[in-house]
């Protein structure tokens, strides 16, 4: 199994490659093809690269839901960046971080309770109150920070704002 995701590796680089550069670089109007061909790409590698039907249908699920839902959540970048600026970005990344990190040590160290162990068994309802507190507090302590600034800065503080002196009036 794992020799035939290793052999769907180049195509699942070059469909990144290709919808990263729609998103980026060209015209949006683009992105619906460039996904349909990939589509087409995975399906074809499906039923042409992998001799088992089973293996073949269980990877183009795989992939075909990569497919959709990363480049989902990653259309938002550029979007976020150029509408609301790489501060909003940064807090977006940090906020989520702190959620990560705060899941993973609560997790560890109060964690009993299983959440959903069909899909991952090391996922506990700990674990999900502790990230959700922790992005929570630090979104407000950097809403907190933010009232400090003047009026055209506020929302979000990066950590810029934080730690370098500006000469502001």
Known sequence: QKESYRRAFPVLLVMGFVLYSCLVWSDPSWIAPAMG???????????????????????????????????????????????LGLDWLFMMLIVTWCGDTGAYFAGRALGKRKLFERISPKKTWEGLLGGIIAASVLGGLLALASQSLPEGDRYPVSYTHLTLPTNRE
């Open 37 to 83: 061909a990939s589509a087409i790409a995975i399906l074809c590698y499906g039923l042409f690269a992998v001799p088992d039907t089973k293996d073949g249908a269980r990877q183009v699920n795989t992939m075909l839901t990569g497919l959709v839902y990363v480049p989902g959540l990653l259309c938002f970048v550029p979007w976020i960046r150029s509408d």
